[in-house]
Structures are given as structure tokens and as C-alpha cells.
């Protein structure tokens, strides 16, 4: 679903885990189209503006207006599917997968994040919660980041409210919401689950190249198809 502010001519595609819930939220406020309820939650964002998977044809429909979209640093973004939906959302045990299937079932509910990331392909399997906030940023944004009028880090989030200030006439403020209540990076992940995330994220950051250096180095059989592992 494109998020699009008919009167002030902005369109917005939703990444998961990229400032998600807070951009949400900051666009409802001034959307003339949206009645904010009494006493909003942050599944209150996700009602009023669902995500969902990009669509060509639709996003063709919003060319006259101003595009934009938030991005995050990959392994970050990875890293805060862990800490927000795996331990404080819990978001594993609500999967009946898990609980049925046989051939999920030696996948514990509450791994540690090396497990977690180790068996990352199998637990979007078994779980579409997980796999909704851990597919890859095109999956949401388009094969193009260069059809968006500006791309946004989540770092820039200020100077995002200050876009949309000047773009509606409104005084607009980003909220930081739904942010994971623990931290966990690289530093704290075994060599082997780096080497997995590595793999899992090449693709990504080539897509993102623009915007983010990948942290991680090039998978070793990308090196080697390069002639760069001499």
C-alpha cells in the first residue's frame, strides 16, 4: 500500500523496522483524510496506513507527487528484529508453525540471537511476522530507489519532519516509537553467524550501495567469482 497524503500531494512507501511506526505516526497527524483516534497506540499507525509489499502499478499512479522513503542500515535493521520482535514482541510463540510442524520443531521460541540469525531462512518460514520485518528493503521500496525524490536514513529523521514542514505548512514532529528495548550489534554475534548474515545481506547492501558501506565485506564465494579472495 503507498501511504499518500491526497492534499499535500506526498507518497511514502513503508519499510519495516526503518522509523516505520513513527514516520506513520507524524503523517497522520497532519493528514487531513485521517481522524487520529482518542487515545492512539502504535498498532493504532499501523491500522490507519497498513504495509504492505511494493506493487509497480500502483506506485506509477503516485508520479506526480513528492516521493519519499526511510532506509536502514541492513544489519542494523536485521538486528532490531531481534531485539524487538523476537524478545520483547515474542513474536515466535504466536507461530502455529513452530508449535505444529515437525520440521520446525527443533527451532527453540526464544533463541539466542546466533541461533536466531544462523536459522534465519527457517524461521521466516515459520513465521510471518518475522518474515514481514526481515525481507529485504526492495521488497517493500521497488527494484528503484532512484524513482524516489529523496531517500531518507533513519538518521535524517529531523530532516524529514523539517521537509514536510516546509512541503504542507504544517509544523510536523517525528516521534521515535517502537524502539527496541534492548541493544545488540555486530560485537556481540559469533564469527559464524557474522559469516551468515554476511551471505544474507550482500544483496542488500548492493542495493543500497548508495547509502550505506556494508560492514560485513563480500561474502567469500562473491570474492572468489571477482578473482578477489587471492
Same mark, same amino acid.
Given at each position: 500500500m503507498v501511504v499518500a497524503l491526497a492534499a499535500y500531494r506526498i507518497a511514502w512507501m513503508p519499510l519495516p523496522k526503518a522509523a516505520c511506526s513513527s514516520v506513520k505516526e507524524a503523517l497522520a497527524r497532519?493528514?487531513?483524510?485521517? !481522524?487520529?483516534?482518542?487515545?492512539?497506540?502504535?498498532h493504532s499507525w499501523h491500522q490507519i496506513y497498513p504495509t504492505r509489499r511494493f506493487r509497480p502499478h500502483?506506485? $506509477?499512479?503516485?508520479?506526480?507527487?513528492?516521493?519519499?522513503?526511510?532506509v536502514r542500515d541492513p544489519l542494523e535493521r536485521l538486528l532490531?528484529?531481534? !531485539?524487538?520482535?523476537?524478545? $520483547?514482541?515474542?513474536d515466535l510463540w504466536n507461530s502455529r508453525r513452530l508449535r505444529d510442524d515437525p520440521a520446525f520443531r527443533d527451532l527453540p521460541r526464544d533463541p539466542d540471537p546466533? !541461533?536466531?540469525? $544462523? $536459522?534465519? &531462512?527457517?524461521?521466516?518460514?515459520?513465521?510471518?511476522?518475522?518474515?514481514?520485518?526481515?525481507?529485504?528493503?526492495?521488497v517493500f521500496l521497488g527494484p528503484e530507489l532512484r524513482d524516489y525524490d529523496r531517500v531518507f536514513r533513519v538518521a535524517e529523521l529531523d530532516a524529514l519532519a523539517a521537509a514536510l514542514t516546509e512541503? !504542507?505548512?504544517?509544523?510536523?514532529?517525528? &516521534?521515535?516509537?517502537?524502539?527496541s528495548a534492548e541493544r545488540l550489534s555486530a560485537d556481540d554475534l559469533r564469527p559464524a553467524t557474522l559469516a551468515a548474515l554476511r551471505a544474507l545481506?550482500?544483496?542488500e547492501y548492493d542495493y543500497l550501495s548508495g547509502v550505506y558501506q556494508n560492514p560485513l565485506g563480500a561474502p567469500l564465494m562473491a570474492l572468489a567469482r571477482s578473482g578477489g579472495g587471492n
Open positions: 497532519i493528514d487531513p483524510a485521517v !481522524t487520529v483516534p482518542d487515545a492512539p497506540t502504535t500502483r506506485w $506509477q499512479g503516485y508520479g506526480d507527487h513528492w516521493r519519499f522513503c526511510v532490531s528484529v531481534y !531485539t524487538n520482535r523476537v524478545v $520483547q514482541h515474542r546466533d !541461533t536466531f540469525f $544462523q $536459522q534465519l &531462512p527457517r524461521y521466516r518460514l515459520a513465521s510471518s511476522a518475522i518474515r514481514h520485518h526481515a525481507f529485504p528493503a526492495w512541503r !504542507t505548512g504544517r509544523w510536523v514532529v517525528m &516521534p521515535r516509537r517502537n524502539r545481506l550482500a544483496e
